[in-house]
């Protein structure tokens, strides 16, 4: 594993010491032991902060997955969607940017961080560099860190590089295999007209990646001496807390992935060379998901008592103490006819999507010495065009054992039980009133609810253009080696077109059964249960065919159309259109120059320098009044001056001491300044403005640090930083209110706050069906005050192959170690506890008045560790890493949950590990076989509302996965 995990050192690394470069391992590395050699040459030499990871061999990172390679680096911690490594915060902040071979790159969606690493097969990757101290030449617009994935440069290769990697993916929840095929080719030859060499390498890959969410909503209010059992005796003289929601949620995500990079030098003199560098990716990633929820559950939760209570406690917010309550654990949930007909329902969704992105990008330059004198010219371009299509559907169980009223569902009995950390429900077979199997799986039970159909496109790119000038006084001043000043511009656009159109249906005249569209229909996954050996789930149900609706959308769609028509409603799925309120357009135009002293005096190296930024932006975006959509043009500019010192030194030849100050600027993503916006079709979810007067947060970052390198590929190292960050982006919600029965506003305008969307479904929040009702509002805001987010990085690297004559085999042995802790404070823009989660809050305490929180930063772990056993010896490589992080408040929730559902803030995500481990052997000299898991012990996901260990909300159960396969060189 190419790691040296330690708070490392520079933006353009100085070239490694003259011996290892005569060996050719700076560039082409073989093996754990002589990649992590190469990574600390360079992060020793270098001047400014960074971390390096290089490849164990031609397009063999330690991990699979890009965001999983990271997770190795010092500071760096990962967040997963369905078990794949997807984001990553880099001393505690999302907000990080993401190069190829230093060229900025652009994403799938509207944000700033760069390429998403799922969409990058690491295969094509020879090295990855984090920059956490930048110098005045490295691109503004990170606060943790710079990404800069790099790939092998032709003429630095010394030996024709040629591999074949085979190999397949097993992932257990899905039974599934799926494969992945790399090659790479480099080779250089000098000719008459100078030196060329050229690298190719491309990739294939599937990987189907499962993981199983349970959610459970409990922030029902039920005050005491205010609910009865289903038999009707008396319930408890205290308030509790009663099931809201249960929803079932499978995530399976299907990606198809072809990557292609290659690289052209040419050097046609001994001062001048030429290259031009392509990257070009494609990416299928398909969702196949489903969602099994009871609904309506409030309605009857007076009626249902629960068995068993479990004591919550809310622990405190912001210096308040929250208290405790009693909230559901145990029981059932009986319809009672004579309070609601039709209440609790049980239905039946199927998520079918996909995101297919084609991303490119192309590097041209040139790099040219004469005297004292170096000019590198460059120029790039980079794009991401998306397209996301979507068909989904909603279908209601409709109970031939309950009556069926005007409404498109009715009773169905169920069954819970919370304890033991575990989110578990089903139908409640025992009832009466329950339902059969066959009745759940057949087709004349099941009626059409709802139906979304889109194909969004989001259109991003970036050009640019930079020429870096050097010049070495080294002989000619004294202290200053060189000067660098250096020009770039940039131009960055995001286009984004909402297409689609969807129907809620809430009447049974208006919802066919699925007798007439039957041919679709087909039985749900039943292995909710495999991940953790639960007996209580939802196991019997329908589904529309979702390789069906993916694979044949509009003969899918035809189908539906002629069953809507057959009822008596008649009602019909309009064609999909391009929505005017959710357009935009926003151009960026950046022009930076900056300069640059290196300099150098007996044992202290380093840089001062100090970048000019410009930025001016024009966002087309549309705005809405009295019904009618209006184009709207905005524009808007900003200018930063950004000092950076980096200061190293040399104490000893073995410890090494250094410093930074650096500062930087955070724009905002491009969503968040449109004046465009879109309507979701759940009563829950909020309408989101975008704020076009967003400022850019602005960073100052201090860092210090000593590594005692004390063997060779070996280093101890204590680190410390402090950033003090300025107008951090934080979103403000204007929440809905609730009357005396829990019902919102269905009238437009909302007076008691929010917004009125047309198109939401009620659902449980209004006795009048249909759709068109009050929803939250949010938008995103610059904190009006500074925050801080102060850090201590410790890092260890050994292993015993000094030690061969005395311990044998026993030498082979290694360990890779390192731990963070960060705090994060001030910051004035708070959260505020929803409808619900005040009624909650007031219940236990009464008169504690509106509950808030700061916000501070999502996905913020104070603590966290890597620690790496590995073995290298007789041709044989192994590899075990254990991975933890304290836990963290997120807005990745099960099941589609937002603000509303969680109490009005951010969920947390608990304190987890995880265990990755690889075996390799090397066969022959030419031939390498090797096995890799991840998540061996199948570590779960839990997430608690409001507080850590507080209400249980979610779970979630990924998927273990296991590689093998086999590599072949020329």
Same mark, same amino acid.
């Given at each position: ?18 011996? !290892? ?92 961080? *760069? #390429? ?79 030196? #060329? ?14 993981? $199983? ?101 809310? @622990? ?16 059932? #949930? ?71 009223? %005007? !409404? ?70 004294? $202290? ?47 292995? $909710? ?69 290196? $300099? ?92 076009? *007067? ?57 007076? @008691?706050? *929010?917004?009125? %969307? ?49 311990? *044998? ?27 619900? @989660? ?81 075996? %390799? ?9 090797? #096995? ?39």
């Amino acid at each position: 594993m190419a790691l040296a995990a330690m708070p490392a050192f520079a933006q353009d690394a100085a070239p490694p010491p003259a011996d !290892a470069a005569d060996q050719g391992d700076a560039i082409i590395v073989t093996g754990i032991r002589s990649s992590l050699q190469s990574a600390l040459n360079e992060q020793r030499t270098a001047d400014s902060l960074i971390e390096v990871i290089q490849a164990e061999d031609i397009g063999k990172l330690p991990d699979q997955n890009l965001a999983e390679v990271l997770e190795n680096v010092t500071g760096v911690q990962i967040t997963r969607e369905a078990g794949v490594g997807t984001g990553v915060q880099i001393r505690g902040t999302n907000d990080n940017r993401t190069e190829i071979n230093g060229v900025g790159t652009v994403g799938s969606g509207s944000g700033r961080g *760069g #390429i998403s690493f799922e969409d990058v097969n690491a295969a094509i990757i020879a090295s990855v560099e984090v920059i956490k101290a930048p110098t005045a030449s490295t691109t503004e617009g990170s606060v943790g860190g710079t990404v800069n994935l790099r790939t092998i440069r032709p003429l630095d290769i010394r030996d024709r590089v040629a591999t074949v990697r085979v190999q397949a993916e097993y992932a257990e929840l899905s039974d599934s295999y799926s494969p992945r095929v790399a090659a790479s080719f480099g080779d250089n030859w000098s000719t008459g007209i100078g030196d #060329i060499g050229i690298v190719l390498a491309a990739s294939y890959a599937e990987q189907e990646a499962t993981s $199983f969410r349970p959610r459970v909503d409990r922030d029902n209010l039920v005050p005491a001496n205010g609910a009865v059992t289903a038999g009707g005796a008396p319930g408890p003289d205290f308030p509790f807390l009663g099931i809201q929601f249960l929803n079932q949620e499978l995530e399976n995500f299907e990606y198809e992935t072809i990557n292609f990079a290659g690289t052209l030098e040419w050097a046609p003199s001994g001062n001048l060379k030429l290259f031009f560098d392509t990257i070009i990716n494609d990416q299928e990633r398909r969702q196949d998901s489903s969602r099994i929820q009871a609904s309506g559950v409030s309605t009857v939760s007076r009626f249902n008592v629960p068995n068993a209570f479990e004591t919550v406690d809310f @622990g405190s917010l912001d210096g308040v103490d929250l208290g405790s309550i009693e909230a559901s654990q145990v029981g059932t #949930i009986q319809p009672n006819l004579a309070a609601d007909a039709d209440d609790p329902n049980l239905r039946f969704s199927s998520d079918t999507g996909a995101r297919l992105t084609d991303s490119k990008l192309f590097r041209l330059g040139t790099e040219w010495e004469r005297g004292n004198l170096t000019v590198r010219l460059e120029a790039s371009t980079t794009s991401s065009d998306t397209v996301s299509p979507n068909l989904s559907t909603t279908l209601n169980f409709i109970n031939p054992n309950t009556p069926v009223t %005007n !409404a498109n569902d009715n009773a169905v009995p169920f069954i819970y039980d919370l304890s033991g950390g575990s989110l578990a429900f089903g139908v409640d077979f025992d009832s009466p009133l329950a339902p059969s199997v066959a009745d759940l799986t057949n087709p004349a039970n099941v009626v059409l609810d709802a139906v979304t159909v889109g194909r969004d496109t989001t259109d991003n790119s970036e050009d640019a253009a930079r020429i870096d000038i050097s010049y070495d006084t080294y002989d000619q001043l004294p $202290f200053i080696t060189s000067i660098d000043i250096g020009y770039r511009y940039n131009k960055r656009s995001s286009t984004f077109n909402e297409v689609g159109s969807s129907i809620g249906l809430s009447q049974m005249a208006d919802s066919p059964r699925g007798t007439l569209f039957s041919e679709l229909l087909v039985p749900g996954p039943t292995n $909710f249960g495999d991940a953790d050996g639960r007996t209580l789930f939802f196991r019997d149900f329908l589904l529309i065919d979702p390789n069906r609706a993916f694979n044949d959308p509009d003969g899918t769609l035809d189908i539906l159309q002629n069953a809507l028509q057959q009822s008596p409603g008649m009602r019909s799925l309009s064609d999909p259109t391009s929505s005017d309120d959710a357009f935009f357009n926003i151009d960026e135009e950046t022009h930076a120059i900056y300069g640059q002293l290196n $300099f150098e005096a007996g044992p202290i190296r380093g840089n001062i320098g100090l970048r000019y930024v410009d930025t001016s932006i024009d966002s087309l975006g549309n705005t809405t009044a009295g019904g009618v959509v209006s184009q709207v043009v905005t524009t808007g500019g900003y200018n930063e001056f950004l000092p950076r010192i980096n200061v190293i030194a040399e104490i000893t030849p073995e410890i090494i001491l250094r410093a930074a100050y650096t500062e930087d600027i955070n724009r905002p993503d491009f969503n968040d300044l449109s004046t465009s916006f879109t309507y979701p079709t759940g009563p829950n979810d909020p309408v989101e403005f975008g704020n076009p *007067g967003l400022a850019p947060e602005t960073v100052q970052s201090y860092d210090a640090s000593v590594s005692w390198y004390f063997a060779p590929a070996a280093v101890f190292s204590v680190g410390a930083f402090h950033k003090k960050r300025t107008n951090l982006f934080v979103t403000q919600v204007d929440d809905v209110a609730l009357d005396g029965m829990g019902f919102r506003d269905i009238t437009n305008p909302c007076e @008691g706050g *929010g917004i009125f %969307n047309p198109i939401a479904d009620r659902n449980v929040l209004s006795n009048v069906p249909g759709t068109g009702i009050c929803v939250p509002l949010q938008t995103t805001i610059n904190d009006t005050g500074s925050t801080t987010q102060t850090g201590i990085e410790v890092a260890f690297q050994y292993d015993l192959s000094s030690f061969e004559d005395a311990l *044998g085999f026993a030498s082979g042995f290694g360990v890779i170690a390192n731990y963070t802790y960060q705090e994060f404070g001030g910051g004035e823009a708070t959260n505020s506890a929803s409808s619900r @989660g005040q009624q909650i809050f007031e219940a236990i305490n009464p008169g504690v008045g509106t509950v808030t929180a700061v916000q501070g930063l999502l996905d913020f772990s104070p603590h966290a560790y890597n620690v790496t056993l590995f073995y290298e010896k007789y041709g044989l490589s192994a590899r075990a890493r254990y991975t933890w992080r304290d836990a963290f408040r997120t807005l990745d929730t099960a099941g589609g949950a937002t603000l509303n559902s969680t109490l009005g803030f951010p969920t947390v995500t608990e304190a987890r590990g995880q265990l990755n481990a690889s075996i %390799n052997y090397d066969v022959t000299d030419f031939l390498n076989i090797g #096995i890799e898991g991840v998540n061996l012990t199948k570590s779960e996901i839990t997430q608690s509302c409001v507080n850590e260990g507080g209400l249980l909300c979610f779970q979630g159960l990924p998927d273990r996965r296991i590689t093998f396969g086999a590599s072949v060189s020329f």
